[in-house]
């Protein structure tokens, strides 16, 4: 079943088609890359998914329920959390602090004024919030400010923040993005092992194929503004379309 | 105790210490001595020591959690004073429900300010509450003071008339501001060899009063909510794209600092039946602002302060004349002595705005987290040092063995 369900989807910025008629569908407990050359409307897309921007035309249905229109933090309450391209965490807060802030959010809803209460009071939060940093291997860290944090480990963090909230789908803007092999290959390691632990879906949108071809199920190849071809990765490679489109310059 | 960690308690306990010892710690020099007049214990400066507190622990809440800044408290002040001289006027002069419903007026004004001014962030939000606060001292100045319907009375200022209801006053109450009986004006002073102490009503008032929201602003910074609004300041994005709604964060956070202002008013008009729109001016805003940076913003203890320096410096500091400077400096030899006289004039006296205003650059560039930081950087000086000392000694063993 898909979960995600992306219909005829259009946006124009000005003179600019940044995408046209787009036809994607996310299968749920799969892993799909949408990948394509620069400026083919992959953020665009995805923030098309996540209430940042509104498309002209089309639909965007998850879960049959229709996101459009809704502020991202409504489309967060639904299940759908979000990685971006340079990680956004709370850089002034420690990184327990960032582990609490998105399990209150799941149990609290979108506001509430717990103003007289202490944290450490909320035992069972803090305990959810201490076995997630324990997944992400970050309890040595617990106290420090999260700005102060390594490239890899801010990208670790804002992935635990993510999985913390237990979302059904997670989508992920370039998360290897401007970082070191090592860091890259961790990061896909983390990714797979998130996967096999647990029922979620991944939409993930990459530059990397290294990291695309180790991880995707199935790959959406976007151009100018259009799904070319969707297919598996070993399809994918092969095909000449996404040759002349993409891999080509690699190659 | 009472639901704080150690640091909060010892915190808490200090600042009760110091408001309730206020009238010997601030008055340390011997009366008629030299120095007396630099003693800053009398009723009325104490008791503007402790508004001033609270009015700017208040916009910490809002500006050190959120790091949304305000150019508009000082109209939920003076519509504070307002509410509460009106209760004085309608009802009695009972401090109790004139105080209440200068709290609970003022943070219905700051709902309705603040709902319209945080659509905006940053500079523009600064500048949208800078509007309201001018527009609200426009209204009590001239607006809504005329014949027909005469709510602030103007230029004079509100104040309680002979001929006003005052429907609840009982025949025996004190006809001024009081508590139940127990006059706000009433002093009793503690004379102790040369030092005199004076033990004020309103200011003891006062200070239990920024004692209980002092204590509330501890519960709001280690609380849930405080860490959202830390949130808040920190990446909005990330807060909304978390699932949570940053606006009612912010409009929470927005009130509780006008009700806090609110409060501050309402305490002022108690010590002194008497609201003026100056109270409401920008002026009065951009000295909330002054206090809470110079104090340390985000920090508890930083706002109080502030607010404690600057009202000094005000009041006691604005009082040094030449004749003072004189004195100070006549062991001088005569042409030397009217030099270094003149070379300090400017910044004495009338010229407090000057000193206070290089007081406040060094701050801002060599402390930017304002006293607080100073205090934490001569304490960790002082260890440094201490520690020093003690490793000196084995360094000194070491080479011999």
């Known amino acids: ?251 | 105790m009472l639901g704080l960690n150690k640091k909060d308690t010892s915190l808490l306990i200090v600042v009760a210490l110091l408001t309730m010892l206020a009238p010997f710690i601030l008055n340390p020099f011997p009366e008629g001595s030299a120095m007396a007049q630099f003693n800053a214990g009398y009723p009325d400066l104490m008791q503007r020591f402790v508004i001033f507190g609270i009015f700017a622990i208040g916009f910490n809440i809002l500006f050190g959690l959120t790091g949304y800044l305000s150019f508009g408290h000082a109209a939920f002040l003076g519509v504070g004073s307002y509410s509460a001289v009106w209760m004085f006027k309608l009802l009695s002069y009972n401090v109790v429900p004139a105080i209440a419903l200068s709290v609970v007026v003022a943070g219905l004004f700051s709902l309705l300010i603040g709902f319209v001014s945080l659509r905006r962030s940053g500079i523009y939000f600064s500048i949208l509450t800078l509007a309201f606060a001018q527009m609200s001292f426009a209204l009590a100045y001239s607006v809504l003071s005329n014949p027909k319907f005469n709510l602030t009375n103007g230029e004079t200022g509100l104040q309680v008339y002979a001929d006003d209801p005052q429907i609840l006053q009982g025949a025996n109450a004190p006809d001024l501001p009081h508590l139940f009986g127990l006059p706000m004006r009433s002093t009793y002073t503690m004379d102790l060899g040369a030092w005199s102490f004076d033990f004020n009503a309103g200011y003891y008032l006062c200070a239990v009063v920024l004692m209980v929201v002092f204590y509330l602003a501890i519960r709001i910074f280690r609380s849930p909510f405080g860490m959202m609004l830390r949130a808040v300041k920190s990446n909005q994005q990330r807060m909304n794209y978390t699932g949570l709604n940053s606006k009612p964060y912010m409009l929470a956070a927005f009130v509780i600092s006008g009700m806090y202002a609110g409060l501050a008013g309402g305490l002022m008009a108690a010590m002194d039946p008497l609201a003026g729109a100056e109270r409401m001016q920008w002026t009065a805003s951009g000295e909330v602002v002054l206090m809470t940076i110079l104090g340390g913003t985000g920090t508890l203890i930083g706002p109080v302060l502030g607010a404690g320096f600057i009202k000094y410096f005000e009041n006691i500091f604005s009082k040094i004349n030449d004749n003072v400077l004189h004195s100070w400096f006549s062991f001088l030899p005569d042409g030397l002595e009217d030099a270094v006289v003149f070379v300090i004039h400017p910044f004495i006296g009338k010229g407090w705005h000057l000193t206070l205003g290089i007081l406040f650059m060094l701050v801002v560039i060599y402390l930017p987290g304002g006293l607080v930081e100073g205090g934490q950087r001569l304490r960790g000086w002082f260890r440094r040092k201490k520690k020093g000392a003690d490793d000196a000694p084995s360094g000194k063993t070491e080479p011999a063995e």
């Not at chain 1, 506001?111 to 997630?132: C, D, L, N, W």
């Not at chain 1, 879906?201 to 180790?214: C, G, L, N, Q, R």
């Open chain 1, 1 to 251: 079943m898909a979960i995600l369900r992306v219909k005829d989807v259009s946006k124009r910025f000005g003179g600019l088609k940044a995408l046209s008629d787009v036809n994607l569908s996310v299968e749920e407990n799969s892993v799909h890359a949408i990948i394509g050359p620069n400026g083919a409307g992959k953020s665009t897309l995805l923030n098309c998914l996540v209430g940042k921007l509104m498309p002209d035309t089309g639909s965007v249905l998850f879960d049959n329920n229709s996101v459009l229109g809704l502020e991202p933090f409504q489309i967060n309450q639904m299940g759908i959390s979000r990685v971006f391209q340079t990680p956004e965490i709370f850089g002034e807060l420690t990184v327990m602090e960032n582990m609490l802030i998105p399990i209150f959010a799941m149990r609290d809803g979108a506001f509430r004024m717990h103003a007289y209460e202490t944290i450490a009071s909320e035992k069972g939060i803090v305990e959810q919030a201490e076995v997630m940093l324990e997944e992400m291997n970050m309890v040595d860290k617990r106290e420090m400010h999260a700005a102060s944090l390594s490239r890899g480990d801010k990208r670790r963090l804002e992935i635990g923040m993510c999985l913390s909230q237990n979302p059904r789908l997670l989508l992920l803007d370039e998360p290897t993005a401007g970082m070191a092999r090592a860091d890259t290959n961790n990061t896909i390691d983390l990714l797979k092992q998130i996967k096999e632990e647990r029922d979620i879906t991944i939409a993930i949108i990459e530059h990397d194929m290294h990291v695309v071809f180790s991880l995707a199920e199935r790959i959406t190849v976007l151009a100018q503004g259009t799904p070319l071809v969707e297919d598996t990765p070993e399809n994918i490679r092969g095909h000449p379309k996404v040759r002349e489109a993409y891999l080509g310059e690699a190659a």
